[in-house]
């Protein structure tokens, strides 16, 4: 304590000289702080062009598929009708093709009357 005592005075002065050091270097000037706000708003516009253009693609590749998905149903859709058709014409065939065989058989001969 007389140690205290005896340099009350400095250790008054160094105390508000670390107290003003540790304050001091603790703020950061307008001009710095608007330099690094100006480089991280630039790198969100580039950010932002970036998204809006793969938001683009990816409607216009939304759009190329909702066509390709249009145009496979129509295509699905002709060849069910195909199908449906040849069905109808192998039963059509199936049903001649008993007459033409009748047809194809040598007439058999009769003899005539009387």
Do not use: F
């Not at 000289?17 to 580039?46: F, H, P, W």
């Not at 145009?71 to 199936?94: F, H, I, K, P, V």
């Amino acid at each position: 304590m007389p140690w205290l005592k005896n340099h009350a005075a400095s250790a008054r002065v160094v105390a508000v000289i670390m107290l003003g050091g540790l304050g001091l270097s603790a703020c950061a000037s307008t001009s710095y702080v608007d330099e690094k706000i100006a480089a991280v708003n630039s790198r969100i516009d580039q950010v932002d062009g970036r998204v809006q253009t793969a938001a683009q693609r990816a409607e216009a590749a939304n759009t190329a598929a909702q066509a390709a998905a249009s145009s496979a149903q129509a295509a699905n859709q002709a060849a069910q009708a195909a199908a449906t058709d040849a069905r109808t014409a192998n039963q059509r065939l199936d049903q001649l093709g008993g007459r033409v065989d009748a047809l194809e058989k040598p007439a058999a001969r009769r003899t005539p009357r009387g």
